[in-house]
């Protein structure tokens, strides 16, 4: 009925709403459907419930769709209209904007920022060019932070170029510029750019090399193309005091997004050592990971993160949850960022200990990690490549350790570490000065 009155048809839409009308039945609401064939009686008592009518009559309601108020609804919109002569529901202004008049359109190109590019500092400075006199509006909205935006606004210089300044805050921000000519035609870009701030006082930043994502040295990436090369080599390690909490980041090679989450192709491992503190562990997350924590960095609590689930606990014999950690991961910035409050953690001093194991996530494993068959299978880890020809080559994949990369500390190699044909494998960590 609102089509036609959109077309100038009033009559058929009155005829619509007479049909309706006469639609009416029982309670005296306007079903949702009606019984379109020649009357149906209902099934005697004690029928096949899969071949049995509740009994139809033409034009009546088709059953249990009799009782539904939207219908109802729609008819006294469409009364409504009638007696106004127009869909009484249409926003004026969309109307005003979309019908009466048609938008115009403008010229806008926006050379810097480039999108998903990383900025040092705040304010940014968006430059570009449209034409002469346009106002151009920047609204800057950061997505890591409940959507926090700042705006900005210039107009257009003689040769069409502009240049405006809008604050930003840390983490990931969307930048709208539209640009408004003086009739009100329109254009619009959009950038995706990431200011890599993190508050608070860097305590520990430890470098890795690019390339050792590979364990003891054999290890091969699954073969589907949902793992980048990359995603499981570290680069960097960084710990802040950032005052109520500390905060951890992990940077690496590559963090496509993966499986639907910014990082759900990894599984961190901070084991944490606090001298002097009670109960520690040397055991991993898992016994299933195969490998344990030297015992001059047994840990008293353990923060592990992944796209998707978290774990946060202490070293008693039944593990308590501390709390929440928040995690965060940003494509552009590489790095993986989790917090936790101090008042769960303590406050980081020289002397602490931290080791970091980095692996891959499955959500169908018991342990969460990905595992190990003797080569690369579509959604396992190889321990070797095809015709390798390492000692550990021949081991059971199912008791290699699940550590792609780890954090060492000096004098100590990774291949070295990680080999289990060399003995247990135990994992050293690196120290806050």
């Given at each position: 009925?609102?089509?036609?009155?959109?077309?100038?048809?009033?009559?058929?839409?009155?005829?619509?709403?007479?049909?309706?009308?006469?639609?009416?039945?029982?309670?005296?609401?306007?079903?949702?459907?009606?019984?379109?064939?020649?009357?149906?009686?209902?099934?005697?008592?004690?029928?096949?419930?899969?071949?049995?009518?509740?009994?139809?009559?033409?034009?009546?309601?088709?059953?249990?769709?009799?009782?539904?108020?939207?219908?109802?609804?729609?008819?006294?919109?469409?009364?409504?209209?009638?007696?106004?002569?127009?869909?009484?529901?249409?926003?004026?202004?969309?109307?005003?904007?979309?019908?009466?008049?048609?938008?115009?359109?403008?010229?806008?190109?926006?050379?810097?920022?480039?999108?998903?590019?990383?900025?040092?500092?705040?304010?940014?400075?968006?430059?570009?060019?449209t034409a002469p006199g346009n106002?151009?509006?920047?609204?800057?909205?950061?997505?890591?932070?409940?959507?926090?935006?700042?705006?900005?606004?210039?107009?257009?210089?003689?040769?069409?170029?502009?240049?405006?300044?809008?604050?930003?805050?840390?983490?990931?921000?969307?930048?709208?510029?539209?640009?408004?000519?003086?009739?009100?035609?329109?254009?619009?870009?959009?950038?995706?750019?990431?200011f890599d701030f993190v508050p608070g006082q860097l305590i520990l930043d430890v470098s890795d090399p690019d390339g050792d994502d590979n364990g003891p040295g054999t290890y091969q990436y699954p073969t589907s193309d949902n793992f980048h090369a990359g995603a499981f080599d570290i680069q960097r390690f960084q710990a802040y005091d950032a005052g109520s909490d500390v905060i951890f980041r992990l940077k690496t090679r590559d963090l496509t997004p993966t499986f639907g989450s910014p990082l759900g192709a990894q599984l961190v491992d901070v084991y944490v050592h606090v001298p002097g503190a009670a109960p520690t562990s040397t055991a991993a997350s898992f016994a299933g990971r195969n490998?344990?924590?030297?015992?001059?960095?047994?840990?008293?609590?353990?923060?592990?993160?992944?796209?998707?689930?978290?774990?946060?606990?202490?070293?008693?014999?039944?593990?308590?949850?501390?709390?929440?950690?928040?995690?965060?991961?940003?494509?552009?910035?590489?790095?993986?960022?989790?917090?936790?409050?101090?008042?769960?953690?303590g406050t980081p001093a020289p002397g602490w200990g931290l080791t970091v194991v980095l692996t891959g996530q499955d959500g169908f494993s018991s342990d969460q990690a990905r595992g190990f068959q003797p080569t690369p299978q579509e959604f396992q880890f190889g321990v070797c490549a095809p015709g390798g020809t390492a000692p550990i080559c021949s081991v059971d994949p199912n008791t290699v350790p699940k550590a792609l990369d780890v954090i060492t500390p000096p004098g100590v190699t990774q291949p070295i570490e990680l080999d289990p044909t060399l003995g247990p494998v135990v994992l050293q960590g690196v120290t806050i000065p």
């Open positions: 009925g609102e089509q036609d009155l959109a077309t100038h048809d009033n009559e058929g839409a009155a005829a619509l709403l007479l049909g309706m009308s006469r639609f009416a039945s029982g309670v005296g609401l306007i079903p949702e459907q009606d019984w379109e064939l020649a009357d149906l009686p209902p099934s005697p008592f004690g029928s096949d419930p899969t071949i049995a009518s509740i009994g139809f009559r033409n034009g009546g309601p088709a059953g249990s769709a009799a009782p539904l108020t939207w219908s109802a609804a729609s008819f006294v919109r469409l009364a409504g209209d009638l007696d106004e002569g127009r869909n009484v529901v249409l926003p004026k202004a969309t109307y005003q904007r979309y019908v009466k008049h048609t938008q115009g359109e403008t010229t806008l190109a926006v050379t810097s920022p480039a999108d998903n590019s990383s900025i040092s500092g705040s304010p940014v400075t968006v430059t570009g060019t106002t151009v509006y920047v609204a800057a909205t950061n997505t890591d932070a409940n959507s926090a935006t700042t705006l900005a606004t210039t107009i257009a210089g003689a040769s069409g170029a502009f240049s405006v300044d809008v604050a930003i805050t840390g983490g990931t921000s969307v930048l709208n510029v539209v640009a408004v000519s003086p009739s009100g035609a329109t254009a619009h870009a959009q950038r995706t750019i990431v490998y344990t924590i030297a015992p001059a960095f047994a840990w008293s609590r353990l923060i592990e993160v992944q796209g998707f689930g978290q774990r946060y606990i202490d070293a008693n014999s039944i593990p308590n949850t501390l709390g929440v950690v928040n995690i965060s991961a940003n494509a552009v910035s590489r790095f993986i960022t989790f917090r936790v409050s101090k008042a769960s953690l």
